[in-house]
């Protein structure tokens, strides 16, 4: 399971590097994605199987289920870690995200998130002021702590 925040930065070439906890759990190779919230998803091969298979389960005819399939494929590129713990991260992606130098690596259960670090900060600020509301969202999930 990821968990855990960490600051990095992107070197002129796009590169970043990966904390070695979350090396250990990536593996070898991993897909990293457009998220969520302005973010970049990074998933485990084995957790991107599991959710292109939920995607395949869309029915192609619904016009939502083909706009978000295309959002998350369209974008997904397969990634390595090199010998120094990076990994290049697409323009295209770098681009969604708004990732220029400063960056967050946010370790969410069964993915990785990787944000600005100013956009990051300005939704620390917004959890904390809307989390009582969001707790209770939760509840209404099913979910109580």
Same mark, same amino acid.
């Given at each position: 399971m990821f968990m855990g925040e960490y600051n990095h930065s992107i070197d002129s070439k796009g590169r970043l590097i990966m904390p070695a906890k979350f090396r250990e759990i990536l593996g070898e190779s991993f897909v990293v994605t457009k998220g969520l919230d302005g973010c %970049?998803? &990074?998933?485990?091969?084995?957790?991107? !199987?599991?959710?292109?298979?939920? %995607? !395949? @389960?869309?029915? %192609? @005819?619904? !016009?939502? /289920?083909r706009r978000f399939t295309r959002f998350f494929l369209a974008g997904a590129a397969n990634c390595e870690v090199d010998k120094q713990g990076r990994i290049l991260l697409p323009q295209v992606l770098r681009e969604f /995200?708004?990732?220029?130098?400063d960056v967050v690596l946010v370790g969410v259960a069964s993915r990785i998130e990787i944000w600005s670090k100013k956009l990051w900060d300005e939704s620390v600020n917004n959890y904390d002021m809307d989390m009582d509301e &969001? /707790?209770?969202?939760? /509840?209404?999930l099913g979910f109580s702590i």
């Open positions: %970049l998803f &990074v998933y485990p091969d084995s957790e991107w !199987k599991i959710f292109e298979d939920k %995607l !395949k @389960t869309l029915p %192609l @005819t619904n !016009k939502n /289920a /995200a708004g990732l220029e130098k &969001v /707790a209770e969202d939760m /509840a209404n």
